[in-house]
């Protein structure tokens, strides 16, 4: 669910996988991104928002293995 909410909103995607600050930073530089560009540079924060949304799914199986 997280990942094709990535497609069409990647700062909101990138808080709700626990990156509060890296969305914030995400949201200021993507909306004059998508106003100036006209939506080229979209592609650049889905993978971004991609990649972080796995990185924490990752985190989170380290994190259940070292407690098991």
């Avoid at 990942?3 to 909101?12: E, G, I, S």
């Avoid at 808080?15 to 080229?40: D, Q, Y």
Wanted: aromatic residues 12%; charged residues 15%; positive net charge.
């Amino acid at each position: 669910m997280n990942y094709v909410l990535a497609l069409f909103l990647p700062p909101l995607s990138i808080l709700l996988a626990g990156r509060i600050l890296t969305s914030i930073v995400t949201f200021v530089i993507w909306v004059p991104a998508i106003i100036f560009s006209g939506g080229l540079t979209h592609p650049m924060f889905i993978i971004l928002a991609w990649i972080l949304i796995y990185q924490s799914g990752e985190e989170r199986r380290v994190r259940r293995l070292r407690d098991d």
